[in-house]
């Protein structure tokens, strides 16, 4: 069974920055891509960023320029830096890890609350 435990989360102010962290029980290349999503209250979950296995990142349009996703292969972690921090980007923040295999497999976190206040 995988695991995946965020950390990292809180409460800031408008422009300031925090950074999330997601260790697997296991080695991350073992999983395809893993990725941040994101839920606001009342909306859907949606991606924020994602790394795939070969090192390509991906961006949601609303964080480039702002959030930077990395990855530490010997710690087994994924990592969110995020930077210049808006009200809107208050959401429950999830980690994701996807096995593109027979059936396909997604893992999610426990979630972790990034709240940004004015």
């Known amino acids: 069974q995988v695991q995946l435990v965020e950390s990292g989360g809180g409460l800031v102010q408008a422009g300031g920055s925090l950074r999330l962290s997601c260790e697997a029980s296991?080695?991350?290349?073992?999983?395809?891509?893993m990725g941040w999503y994101r839920q606001a209250p009342g909306k859907q979950r949606e991606l924020v960023a994602s790394?795939?296995?070969?090192?390509?990142?991906n961006y949601a349009g609303s964080v480039k320029g702002r959030f930077t996703i990395s990855r530490d292969i010997t710690k087994k972690t994924v990592s969110l830096q995020m930077n210049s921090l808006k009200p809107e980007d208050t959401a429950a923040y999830y980690c994701?890890?996807?096995?593109?295999?027979?059936?396909?497999?997604?893992?999610w976190g426990q979630g972790t609350q990034v709240t940004v206040s004015l």
């Open positions: 790394i795939a296995i070969g090192g390509s990142t």
């Open positions: 296991r080695s991350i290349f073992t999983f395809d891509a």
């Open positions: 994701n890890a996807r096995d593109m295999g027979w059936p396909i497999r997604d893992y």
